[in-house]
């Protein structure tokens, strides 16, 4: 079982960043990032990183704005989040995998079985 606790969401207007945190209970995770739901869209992933921090996926919607990083000592995955933009107003969720994941298969909400609660970001124009 890993337990995840995001934080770090908040209102911003367009432009603008937001760094979200997301701490695990434990360190047996494989791979460990950001979900998004919009206001009447399906969860759809933004960035994963493989623990060894060599690995990253991005959503094309984000790549060049978002950056994710881990802090393996703490067990903590950061998203920078730069050039923010209204369409980037979602709840925002850590997930976390173990073993191993195909490279297809990252950014699939159905291959992460740990979730956290989730943390709001609003961008405003």
């Known amino acids: 079982q890993v337990q995840l606790v995001e934080s770090g969401g908040g209102s911003v207007q367009a432009g603008g960043s937001l760094r979200l945190s997301c701490s695990a209970s434990t360190d047996t995770y494989t791979h460990m990032g950001w979900f998004r739901r919009a206001p009447g869209k399906e969860r759809e992933g933004v960035a994963i990183?493989?623990?060894?921090?060599?690995?990253?996926y991005y959503a094309n919607s984000v790549k060049g704005r978002f950056t994710i990083s881990q802090d393996n000592t703490k067990r903590t995955a950061y998203l920078q989040m730069n050039s923010l933009k209204p369409e980037d107003t979602a709840m925002y969720y850590c997930a976390a995998a173990m073993g191993w994941v195909p490279s297809d298969a990252s950014l699939r909400e159905r291959t992460y079985n740990y979730w956290g609660q989730g943390t709001q970001v609003t961008v405003s124009s």
């Open positions: 990183i493989h623990r060894d921090g060599l690995i990253t």
